[in-house]
């Protein structure tokens, strides 16, 4: 349960900013995505320090894993761990990767509707699959030109 929280809670918010930042096309996008990193760093932050204090609990739901750590304000934390991980998607300046951000932007509104206690559980199954994808992706895909889906 801790390794899969600290990944989730705290590794992602802070390693999907920094890796777009490291890919952004050029030095003035970085600058746009550097907020983003910071934020990110913030919310994996105040995760871990909540989880630290804990109760760090979990329960079987249906369908899902209901994990709680005792979260003040989730509902801000959880929108800004969306902005800082959606966010650098939508402001990466490659075309592929806006349109995975809004399809992550999609995923998220769905599972939120579908159930609350299960968003981390589901959230998680979602963000595997589609590491699943990318990763088929960049074995098999045929080699580009230097950033060919860079956006203008």
Not at 41 to 68: E, K, Q
């Amino acid at each position: 349960m801790w390794i899969y929280l600290v990944i989730a809670l705290v590794v992602v918010p802070m390693l999907v900013p920094l890796a777009i930042f490291r890919l952004a096309p050029t030095r003035g996008r970085r600058w746009k995505l550097a907020p983003f990193v910071a934020l990110g760093v913030g919310v994996a932050a105040v995760l871990l320090v909540t989880m630290l204090r804990g109760p760090v609990t979990v329960r079987r739901g249906t369908f899902h894993l209901a994990y709680s750590i005792g979260l003040q304000h989730g509902i801000l934390i959880v929108g800004l761990y969306v902005v800082a991980t959606c966010g650098s998607l939508l402001l990466s300046g490659y075309k592929h990767i806006v349109i995975f951000g809004l399809g992550n932007l999609v995923a998220v509104v769905v599972l939120a509707v579908l159930t609350a206690d299960g968003f981390a559980s589901l959230w998680c199954f979602y963000a595997a699959v589609t590491s699943g994808a990318i990763s088929l992706h960049l074995r098999y895909a045929k080699p580009h030109k230097d950033r060919p889906y860079a956006l203008t």
